[in-house]
């Protein structure tokens, strides 16, 4: 059965039993090649086709999701005993289809998911890291294809071709590491051979660290660490239903300055990024959604369930993680701003950091382990810093901003350049 | 195409259920499906890995498909692997006290309102509590005969508490999960637990980062034994040179008198009746002594390094073994808790875990108290929060100065290459002569 008959027949049989039904399919195919040291050790392929079916009756919500579809009797027995359970509350209907821009927004064509592309991909970056002394502890390529599709009893029914490719290398020198990694979902993007010698540059540079006294210093904060720290805290706090249930620093701040006012933060789903899309996990169509603009906060996301229990609208902010049940999320969170040269006077770059999932989500306080920090002055990487804490919090760091690099790049869902923070707590060994 | 060196097909059926219930609304109680198989061949080189949904092992044709499928992978990969001999058997998993299926979503959910309901004291302005179960049907095959079949049940919950007074949030949280049966009943003790957490801490303080005499409650120093110890021994590190620990067998790491275990065989959170290759697992002592004694393994890396025990391969299902720990602890000394405070004299003691994180290579790994107090003339003080550490593994497990002898395990997940694993881990107080505490008090 193809997948368009597949959703027909789960939604005829699922409108007999429930008010409506909202039907979510997942297929697609990833390779990947992955090196141990600097040959590749493992080729792998992963297929799979899964659906995920919700079914909404007198405001009471059920999901379920199987990994076989020849399974979805079971499946949406299984979503409707789980609606049954659920507490009922405020409903008004899925969404109906709209006028859409069918245009596949992160498909590339070029992209050939198979093995040699992915063998191709590590040549370039072993060929990249060569330019270092270092050598490669892991790394790996992948290529990916999916068609995900969305269908409800409201009539609305899309869908759309994703790709996607990424690498990453991992390398060492004494006990120097060095992490970089692209990602996108075209092909193009993807500078292998740059994210090598990246990747090999940070362990080379960081040998011969010299230690840093505990205090304030300014700091610059690489893409990569601007978005762990971004991304663990400051975006849970967006989430309309942590702020409706009082779980978000941000709530009864709207209108309020926020962040440093050259900042703004929007999630554009037109972006070129890795979660563009014109339509969210609930077909609700998308669009630009302005969270803080000049450092005042705007609005907060959305998706349907949250906005009808609370009288709010939804921002189209439904997500999917690993095709289950939707959430409140965002498709390419843009941190953007003037950008200027913040390289020219002397701060601790830090390239990474260990442990921002421990950050407290609520306060925003965090303390993590740098990774890779260097003095940089004159835009140029000076003295490698052997080791050191980075202390403070996610809310008031965005406020104490310095300014913003001009090199954005995707890390995740979070499109963002670098930032330079002044006055931070840097404690020493 | 030349005929695979070695296969294995492992198949994970089963389903999974979730309760989440946020502020006194059930906002979803529902379950799941999965049925994913990963098929793994070793061509003339290395590994072609194939996995997809709903594959059966039985049938010849779809066998023999997946094999040529990833014998076509394995044709780009230039490391010529090994494997290891290792012996193949597998443990009895331990019986169910109340099985988890015999139980109706309907109680299930109410059980979980209860502890819910116990987290809402005065000033608690959010609680949510969760409850996992996933029955896994696990069956593993490989081409040289040999064969296992088992079921494992988990489930366990979570509760959180936010608590707010004046524009100043905190949480407190607190979780168990186990492999030994349903666990909600009469549990509500751990919702009042997680609320007074939260409301205490809305009069912490904010710890001064530096260096201090640190006291790790065995919460918090069985996380430490997983970040600072555990990965660091994994063979699949140890082979690509991203350990401080290679090279390193039989050299003191760490004090006299300090025992770490990996034991998948023990019935915690952890546990695995058989390894995800196949193998018996055992219990391995990493450090005997303060003297590093073993690395974990799986077949490949037992093979490519030695000076291990293989065992330790697990995978989430529907991806690819890797060398995993299971139920990693410190063993207990003689120290009372009272011992270790009035030795420390003028330190901080943290307590509970936000979770870590390590770079092996580098061996510096960090991770997050839930909270602390400082210690003043060997008593506990004020109460500070937000407070991480962070150290060197080679450095750290010299200055543990005192080892309790009050260990308690705890269950938890840990995720390596974009795989989650059930976990265990544990360890008594222990006394660190020097640690770098990161707070933002000034």
Same mark, same amino acid.
Not at chain 2, 73 to 92: K, N, Q, S, Y
Not at chain 2, 154 to 165: D, K, N, P, Q, T
Not at chain 2, 318 to 347: K, Q, Y
């Given at each position: ?5 597949l959703?027909?027949r789960i ?11 909202e ?13 141990k040291?600097?040959i590749?050790?493992v ?11 919700r ?5 009471r919500?059920?999901?379920?999701g199987?990994g076989?579809p020849a399974k ?15 507490d ?8 109906g ?6 245009k596949p @927004?992160?498909?590339d064509?070029a992209?050939a998911v +198979?093995?040699?592309s ?8 072993l ?6 002394p270092?050598?490669?502890t892991?790394?790996?390529?992948g ?5 995900i599709t969305?269908?409800?009893t409201?009539g609305?029914?899309?869908s759309?071709e994703?790709t996607h490719?990424g690498?990453?290398?991992e390398?060492?020198s004494?006990q ?5 990694f ?6 193009e993007?993807?500078d ?6 990246q990747a ?5 540079h960081?040998?011969g660290g010299?230690?840093i006294?505990?205090?304030?210093y300014d700091?610059?904060?690489s893409?990569?660490a ?7 805290v400051?975006?849970?706090?967006l989430?309309g239903?942590?702020v ?9 701040k709207l209108?309020e300055?926020?962040t440093?006012?050259?900042l703004?933060?929007y ?7 890795i979660?563009?899309t014109a339509?969210?996990?609930e077909?609700?169509?998308t669009?630009?959604l ?17 906005a ?6 939804t921002?189209?902010s439904a997500?999917?993680?690993g095709g289950g ?15 200027? #040269? ?5 701060a601790?770059?830090i390239h990474?950091?260990v ?9 925003g306080?965090f303390s993590?382990e740098?990774?890779n920090?260097?003095?940089i ?5 000076g003295?490698?810093?052997?080791s050191?804490?980075?202390?403070g919090?996610?809310?008031e ?8 690099g001009n ?7 979070l499109?963002?350049?670098s930032i ?10 | 195409?030349?005929e695979?060196r ?5 198949c994970?059926?089963?389903e ?6 946020d502020?006194g ?8 499906f ?11 080189m290395?590994?072609?890995? @194939? ?18 499928s990833?014998?076509?992978l ?9 494997l290891?001999e290792?012996?193949h058997?597998a ?10 299926r015999?139980?109706?979503l309907? #109680?299930?959910t109410r059980?979980?309102?209860e ?5 809402r004291l005065?000033?608690v302005?959010n609680?949510r509590?969760?409850y996992s179960?996933s029955i896994?049907?696990?069956?593993f @095959?490989d081409?040289?005969g ?6 494992m ?8 508490a ?6 100043t ?9 186990t492999?030994?049966g349903?666990d909600?009943?009469?549990?509500q ?10 409301v205490?801490?809305? +009069? ?9 005499r ?5 919460k918090?120093a069985?996380?430490?034994?997983h970040?600072?110890?555990g990965?660091a021994s994994e063979?699949?590190?140890?082979r690509?040179?991203n350990s401080?620990l290679a ?13 770490i ?11 695995e009746?058989?390894d ?6 055992q219990r ?15 077949r490949?890396?037992?093979a490519?390094?030695?000076?291990g025990?293989a065992?330790?391969a697990?995978a989430?299902?529907? +991806? ?7 139920n ?6 003689d120290a009372?808790?009272?011992?270790i405070?009035?030795?420390c004299?003028?330190g901080?003691?943290?307590k509970?875990?936000r979770?870590g994180?390590? +770079?092996?290579g580098r ?12 210690i003043?003339?060997g ?9 991480s550490l962070?150290?060197?593994i080679?450095?750290t497990?010299?200055?543990? @100065? ?6 308690e ?8 290459g ?9 360890a008594?107080?222990i006394l660190l002569s020097?640690a770098?505490?990161?707070?933002r008090?000034?």
């Amino acid at each position: 059965m193809n997948t368009e008959e597949l959703l027909e027949r789960i939604l005829a049989e699922g409108r007999r039993r429930a008010e409506e039904v909202e039907v979510f399919c997942g297929e697609g195919i990833g390779i990947s090649a992955e090196i141990k040291q600097a040959i590749i050790g493992v080729a792998e392929e992963s297929r799979i086709r899964g659906l995920s079916i919700r079914t909404i009756d007198h405001g009471r919500i059920g999901v379920s999701g199987t990994g076989d579809p020849a399974k979805w009797q079971a499946c949406l027995d299984a979503a409707l005993a789980s609606g049954r359970i659920a507490d009922p509350q405020e409903w008004h209907g899925l969404p109906g289809p709209a006028e859409i821009d069918r245009k596949p @927004l992160s498909a590339d064509p070029a992209l050939a998911v +198979d093995a040699e592309s992915a063998a191709g991909l590590i040549r370039q970056l072993l060929e990249g890291a060569s330019a270092y002394p270092v050598e490669v502890t892991g790394g790996s390529a992948g290529l990916s294809r999916s068609v995900i599709t969305i269908a409800n009893t409201k009539g609305a029914y899309y869908s759309m071709e994703r790709t996607h490719a990424g690498v990453s290398l991992e390398t060492i020198s004494g006990q120097s590491t060095g992490y970089e990694f692209a990602s996108s979902p075209f092909l193009e993007d993807i500078d292998a051979g740059r994210v090598g010698e990246q990747a090999a540059f940070f362990a080379a540079h960081s040998v011969g660290g010299r230690d840093i006294e505990s205090g304030a210093y300014d700091v610059i904060l690489s893409p990569i660490a601007a978005a762990q720290l971004i991304g663990t805290v400051f975006l849970q706090g967006l989430s309309g239903k942590n702020v409706k249930a009082g779980r978000s620093y941000l709530a009864g701040k709207l209108g309020e300055q926020c962040t440093d006012e050259r900042l703004s933060l929007y999630d554009d789903p037109f972006a070129r990024g890795i979660g563009s899309t014109a339509w969210d996990a609930e077909a609700v169509p998308t669009r630009r959604l302005d969270f803080v603009r000049e450092g005042v906060l705007q609005c907060f996301a959305y998706d349907l369930r949250t906005a009808y229990r609370y009288g709010e609208q939804t921002t189209a902010s439904a997500v999917r993680s690993g095709g289950g049940a939707p959430g409140i999320g965002v498709h390419n969170l843009i941190v953007d701003g003037p950008a200027s #040269e913040i390289r020219d006077e002397r701060a601790v770059y830090i390239h990474d950091v260990v442990g921002a999932h421990t950050a407290n989500p609520l306060s925003g306080d965090f303390s993590v382990e740098v990774s890779n920090p260097f003095w940089i002055e004159g835009g140029e990487f000076g003295e490698a810093i052997r080791s050191a804490m980075y202390a403070g919090n996610v809310f008031e760091m965005l406020g104490e901003i310095g300014g913003l690099g001009n090199d954005p790049r995707i890390v995740g869902r979070l499109i963002l350049p670098s930032i330079r923070l002044n006055n931070q707590q840097i404690i020493g060994k | 195409m030349s005929e695979p060196r070695y296969y294995d097909v492992r198949c994970v059926r089963g389903e999974a259920t979730l309760i989440d219930i946020d502020n006194g609304v059930v906002e979803s109680a529902g379950t799941s499906f999965f049925d994913r198989a990963v098929v793994r061949v070793l061509g003339p080189m290395g590994w072609g890995v @194939l996995t997809l949904d709903h594959f059966d092992p039985e049938s010849k044709g779809e066998l023999s498909g997946a094999l040529a499928s990833a014998m076509r992978l394995a044709a780009i990969t230039g490391d010529r692997v090994e494997l290891g001999e290792a012996p193949h058997a597998a443990l009895p998993v331990p019986a169910l006290r109340e099985d988890p299926r015999t139980v109706d979503l309907e #109680e299930k959910t109410r059980l979980l309102a209860e502890i819910e309901a116990a987290a809402r004291l005065p000033e608690v302005v959010n609680t949510r509590a969760r409850y996992s179960e996933s029955i896994d049907q696990v069956r593993f @095959l490989d081409s040289s005969g040999n064969e296992a079949l088992y079921e494992m049940v988990r489930s366990g919950f979570s509760i959180m508490a936010v608590a707010a007074r004046n524009g100043t949030m905190q949480m407190g949280r607190e979780s168990d999960h186990t492999i030994t049966g349903f666990d909600l009943r009469h549990r509500q003790a751990l919702g009042e637990k997680a609320a007074e957490t939260a409301v205490a801490l809305l +009069d912490a303080g904010l710890a001064k980062g530096g260096t201090f005499r640190t006291v790790l409650d065995p919460k918090l120093a069985g996380v430490f034994t997983h970040e600072a110890v555990g990965h660091a021994s994994e063979g699949d590190h140890i082979r690509e040179g991203n350990s401080v620990l290679a090279g390193r067998i039989g050299e003191r790491i760490g004090c006299e008198g300090l025992l770490i275990v990996d034991d998948p065989t023990l019935p915690g959170y952890g546990f695995e009746p058989v390894d995800a290759e196949g193998v018996a697992v055992q219990r391995t002592e990493i450090i005997r002594d303060g003297i590093l004694q073993a690395y974990i393994h799986n077949r490949e890396t037992l093979a490519a390094v030695g000076d291990g025990v293989a065992g330790h391969a697990r995978a989430e299902h529907g +991806d690819a073994p890797l060398v995993r720990m299971s139920n990693t602890f410190i063993e207990n000394g003689d120290a009372t808790r009272d011992e270790i405070l009035a030795e420390c004299g003028d330190g901080i003691l943290l307590k509970g875990s936000r979770g870590g994180q390590v +770079d092996p290579g580098r061996g510096v790994f960090q991770f997050n108290a839930e909270y602390g107090y400082l210690i003043e003339n060997g008593e506990c003080t004020r109460m500070v929060r937000d407070v991480s550490l962070s150290g060197e593994i080679l450095k750290t497990l010299h200055n543990i @100065l005192l080892i309790g002898n009050d260990r308690e395990m705890h269950a938890g997940h840990c995720g390596k290459g974009g795989q989650i694993v059930p976990v265990s881990d544990g360890a008594p107080h222990i006394l660190l002569s020097s640690a770098t505490v990161g707070g933002r008090g000034r």
